[in-house]
């Protein structure tokens, strides 16, 4: 009786070892998933230009940038068709962990905070942070210092609003979910200046009237460069970031990316109020 039940035993065991085992390759393998599906989700926040922004198209909103040509290639790659959830910014990770969005493209800066909640791919952009200030205020603003002594206005969830709070010790800035809504507020006079990517920053100054970027102006480490990354969810994504970085060297290596974005610039300036 104790041989039959050692044997039992052991069956159950292997079974559960088996079970065990099948389940844990599936957990690490949400690639299949997507391809499963058909379909992979992409979320965004578009008020980040030439990034992911809105522009009307036969009477119909429609999300395109730089953010969204990258996700089309991803989602090639995979061979599955590309779903776009637009939310706020400060919300697409909590989406991302509770699996709403398979991955998150929205000019994300992978810093520590963020690296512990969600993984990244591999860097695909790089850019400088800068300021845009109204044309007649551009003398105010010869360095660093100067910024402290500003209203400040940054996008919420950013990469810049770390950087004012911990780099610049500010706590009187202002953080709004949009930039053209951060624009509005420059030019009405209820911020004396914005920090944003620089390359977002040209954009604006050549979009809005009255609104000026600060050049020459040298920032401390944590306001010099601003990264951007693929962020999905933690833990089991192996094979889509593997094909991903794949998918992001491809383009570097080729220039795709650097016409992806001008591209991206071209239609902001179409956009011209």
Do not use: H
Not at 20 to 25: K, N, Q
Not at 103 to 128: C, H, L, Q
């Amino acid at each position: 009786m104790k041989k039959v039940f050692k044997k039992l035993l052991a069956v159950t065991l292997v079974a559960m070892f088996a079970i065990s085992a099948v389940g844990c390759g599936k957990e690490e393998n949400e690639l299949s998933k997507i391809k499963e599906s058909g379909k992979i989700v992409l979320g965004t926040s578009p008020d980040y230009p030439p990034f992911e922004f809105i522009i009307s198209e036969d009477g119909k909103s429609k999300i395109v940038g730089a953010d969204i040509e990258l996700a089309k290639k991803i989602a090639e790659k995979i061979g599955v068709k590309l779903e776009i959830k637009s939310m706020d910014f400060d919300s697409l990770l909590a989406a991302l962990q509770s699996g709403k969005v398979d991955m998150v493209i929205t000019g994300m800066t992978p810093n520590e905070t963020r690296k512990k909640a969600v993984d990244f791919s591999d860097i695909y952009f790089k850019g400088e942070n800068g300021v845009i200030v109204k044309a007649n205020n551009l003398d105010k603003i010869k360095s660093e210092e100067d910024l402290k002594k500003l209203k400040l206005g940054v996008q919420k969830g950013s990469i810049q609003e770390t950087y004012v709070k911990e780099k610049l010790k500010k706590d009187d800035y202002k953080a709004l979910k949009s930039v053209p809504n951060l624009v509005m507020d420059l030019k009405s006079g209820k911020i004396d200046a914005i920090v944003l990517n620089s390359k977002v920053a040209n954009i604006s100054q050549g979009k809005y009237d009255d609104v000026k970027l600060v050049n020459g102006l040298k920032l401390t480490n944590g306001g010099e460069e601003e990264s951007m990354a693929i962020a999905v969810k933690k833990g089991n994504n192996k094979e889509l970031l593997k094909l991903m970085n794949e998918e992001i060297k491809e383009l570097e290596a080729s220039g795709e990316y650097d016409k992806i974005l001008a591209n991206a610039v071209e239609e902001v300036s179409k956009e011209k109020n």
